[in-house]
């Protein structure tokens, strides 16, 4: 009869013969880990004061990293397979081998020695090592990640307004042209310039331009929603990328931006800032560089009409 028939056949009978030995711990468990049969040597090593019975195995045996105890189950025709663990009560190391029986496990457990410990620990220590060096590298890894991103950041942001730069304006602005163009979207481009600006710059000083740019930044970026792209397209001049939007909506967007920029009292109780603005509406036959130019004309067209209004691009 093969080894696995007496452990599939004759499970007491092997738990009994097993049980003569001073040096093994041998133990059965159910499907789910619960004790049901123990020998002498596993009640003198346990200390036990009444029975073991019911007891769940991992209250027993631990594994050597703080996890969750799973068997390593050998198959008795193939070479059987140890696993180390440990005794909770002492911390002693035990060889373990665990085979499947009826609707359980027999588990047979010889003592590691003194050198075993010694690797074992060896190895944990090792292991220990390891895992300190692994969340090192993770912590710096996150932490280039996080630099890269602030990097890239700042390589894309306007210092003064916080928008974007025109550098990736126009990354992006050819990503969504193509986009637009490919599949018969809206997409509406509006071209803002501050009236005066040299004035203002003149008569209150830079840091006060400075000021009424950021608040103009601030104000832009207040009203764009998330797939909107408002950046610094040089100077006073900024512009607002506009997707799924139409001439009208953009108007709209202008209307609301001039309004707060009128209130915001940044000057003087008596003297404002206005802005001008050009808008235009993709329609057939545009280029990425003709959407652009027909704001720009636009712009030029709200200046000449005296300011502090926007023209919509024919």
């Known amino acids: 009869m093969r080894m696995i028939e007496i452990v599939e056949n004759y499970p007491a009978f092997l738990a009994r013969f097993l049980s003569l030995t001073r040096t093994c711990l041998v133990l059965m468990t159910d499907e789910n880990y619960t004790l049901t049969f123990y020998n002498e040597t596993f009640w003198q090593e346990m200390h036990l004061l ?10 027993i045996l631990c594994p050597l990293e703080e996890e969750e105890l799973s068997l390593t189950v050998s198959n008795p025709e193939q070479k059987l397979v140890p696993q180390i663990l440990r005794l909770c009560s002492t911390d002693a190391l035990y060889r373990c081998y665990c085979c499947k029986i009826d609707d359980g496990y027999l588990i047979i457990a010889d003592k590691a020695g003194s050198r075993d410990n010694e690797v074992l620990d060896n190895m944990s220590h090792l292991s220990n090592e390891l895992s300190e060096l ?25 210092y003064l307004t916080g928008l974007s730069n025109r550098s990736y304006f126009q990354e992006r602005w050819k990503e969504i042209f193509s986009l637009t163009k490919r599949h018969g979207l809206e997409l509406s481009v509006l071209l803002a310039d501050l009236d005066h600006f040299k004035r203002i710059n ?43 939007t139409s001439a009208s909506g953009a108007t709209a967007l202008y209307d609301r931006v001039r309004n707060q920029l009128l209130n915001s009292n940044i000057l003087s109780d008596s003297d404002y800032v206005t802005v001008s603005a050009g808008i235009a509406e993709y329609k057939a036959g545009d280029t990425e560089e003709l959407l652009l130019k027909r704001a720009d004309d636009a712009l030029y067209q709200a200046k000449d009409k005296g300011r502090d209004r926007c023209v919509v691009s024919a």
């Open 50 to 59: 009444q029975g073991a019975d019911g007891m769940h195995l991992g209250s």
């Open 134 to 158: 692994s969340r090192e590298l993770s912590k710096k890894n996150r932490d280039l990640q996080q630099a890269n991103e602030k990097i890239t950041q700042l390589a894309r942001t306007d």
């Open 202 to 244: 003149d008569s209150y000083g830079h840091d006060i331009g400075d000021k009424v740019l950021q608040t103009f930044g601030s104000i832009l970026a207040s009203e764009c929603r998330t797939e909107d792209l408002a950046a610094r397209y040089g100077g006073e001049e900024l512009i607002i990328m506009l997707p799924k």
